[in-house]
């Protein structure tokens, strides 16, 4: 395996879900260039959050008529979502060289010691579970909510922006029961590429944090091999420099843990 994809290649989750949410993250050293499909990916991905957020918010802000609590009530968790998505995605591509430089520096450790990339995968595997879980429930429950109003049709005939579960603007209010349906897909679609694009941020800096804790336990395994050794033919020099060992790994962690985060 090459030196480069150690940190890649210790969560394949994180690899799917960072590509499914299109946000392609950095997750080696050097640039990556895009395939054709995943630039085709990334643009379906995003015309579709794009098209749900700005529908959303002009339909809550400006053509719904709502009270403003009605507006909190049915517009405030989709927003925030948004809010919780787009702000941390761009200070991250702000970051990309500086996440670039961390991950380099974490593959340069992880290729000297087969010992410590176990310790990173014995890290990671227990929260994957979780987190696949997680994603799951979230999905199901935020593609349901948008899709309640689907049991309107059997009632009404024409539709109002208020209908949608979010407010939302689509031309031609109001609307015959097949741009309604429309407008509930696009919902059910763009609210669960919102809803994983902000977990997979999670995921991601989650993964950063795993491998940063995985070093640590590192750290604490070779300072407890250098201060339990029996064997009399061990001399002092040999333990002291299994010490220094262990500060200078240590000094590197905590380097680390400041660089970016």
């Given at each position: 395996m090459e030196r480069t994809r150690y940190f890649r290649?210790?969560?394949?989750?994180?690899?799917?879900?960072?590509?499914?949410?299109?946000?392609?993250?950095?997750?080696?050293?050097?640039?990556?260039?895009?395939?054709?499909?995943?630039?085709?990916?990334?643009?379906?991905?995003?015309?579709?959050?794009?098209m749900t957020m700005s529908s959303v918010i002009s339909g809550s802000l400006y053509f719904a008529n709502l009270t403003i609590r009605e507006r909190i009530n049915k517009s405030g968790p989709g927003?925030?979502?948004?809010?919780?998505?787009?702000?941390?995605?761009?200070?991250?591509?702000?970051?990309?060289?500086d996440l670039r430089n961390l991950i380099k520096k974490y593959n340069t450790i992880l290729v000297d010691s087969d010992e410590l990339k176990k310790l990173v995968l014995n890290t990671i595997e227990p929260y994957k579970k979780g987190l696949k879980l997680y994603i799951a429930a979230c999905v199901i429950a935020v593609a349901?909510?948008?899709?309640?109003?689907?049991?309107?049709?059997s009632h009404n005939d024409q539709?109002?922006?208020?209908?949608?579960?979010?407010?939302?603007?689509?031309?031609?209010?109001?609307?015959?029961s097949k741009v309604f349906i429309a407008g509930?897909?696009?919902?059910?679609?763009?609210?669960?590429?919102?809803?994983?694009g902000k977990i997979s941020i999670d995921i991601y800096i989650s993964h950063f944090i795993a491998v940063l804790t995985?070093?640590?336990?590192?750290?604490?395994?070779?300072?407890?091999?250098?201060?339990?050794?029996?064997?009399?033919?061990?001399?002092e020099s040999s333990v002291i420099q299994s010490l220094r060992k262990c500060i200078t790994h240590h000094c590197a962690v905590i380097e680390y843990s400041f660089f970016v985060f």
């Open positions: 290649s210790s969560n394949p989750f994180n690899i799917f879900v960072n590509f499914f949410s299109g946000n392609i993250l950095p997750l080696s050293e050097e640039k990556a260039e895009l395939t054709f499909f995943t630039i085709l990916w990334v643009i379906f991905v995003w015309s579709v959050k794009i927003l925030s979502v948004c809010i919780e998505l787009v702000i941390p995605l761009v200070y991250l591509n702000l970051r990309r060289e349901s909510w948008s899709a309640t109003p689907i049991f309107l049709i539709f109002t922006y208020a209908d949608f579960a979010a407010p939302a603007y689509l031309p031609g209010a109001p609307f015959s509930i897909i696009l919902q059910v679609v763009g609210s669960s590429f919102i809803t994983i995985a070093q640590y336990k590192y750290v604490r395994t070779l300072m407890t091999e250098a201060l339990s050794r029996e064997n009399d033919q061990e001399d």
